[in-house]
């Protein structure tokens, strides 16, 4: 047995249908996003660190920048990305660094 639908404002039905369209247009533009910004994290390539005796962010990151950069700038950019609270390192410690290249392409975004 089936049952009739009567559309009695086309009108209503035409917004219904419009808004139920933007919204799930919206939706996959979120999530289509979303993704394009976890792709772009997977291309950095990281430059993995193991800390010596002695070594400190400064001392490690003069590796890494050159005179375009601010070694302060780039220092607080590493204690983000490595979730560090401070500056303090410990032997063994590995750490995540990027070239200034990718640096500058990261800091722009």
Do not use: H
Request: charged share 30%; with cysteine.
């Amino acid at each position: 047995m089936r049952t009739k639908v009567v559309i009695r404002n086309k009108f209503r039905f035409g917004i219904a249908l419009l808004l139920l369209m933007v919204f799930v247009i919206t939706v996959l533009m979120i999530s289509i996003g979303e993704g394009k910004g976890i792709d772009k994290e997977k291309d950095i390539n990281w430059i993995f660190v193991k800390v010596k005796e002695g070594d400190s962010l400064w001392t490690i990151s003069k590796d890494f920048v050159d005179g375009s950069v601010d070694i302060r700038d780039y220092i607080s950019f590493i204690r983000k990305v490595n979730k560090l609270e401070n500056a303090i390192l410990y032997p063994g410690q590995v750490l995540k660094f990027v070239d200034v290249k990718t640096y500058k392409l990261l800091c722009t975004k």
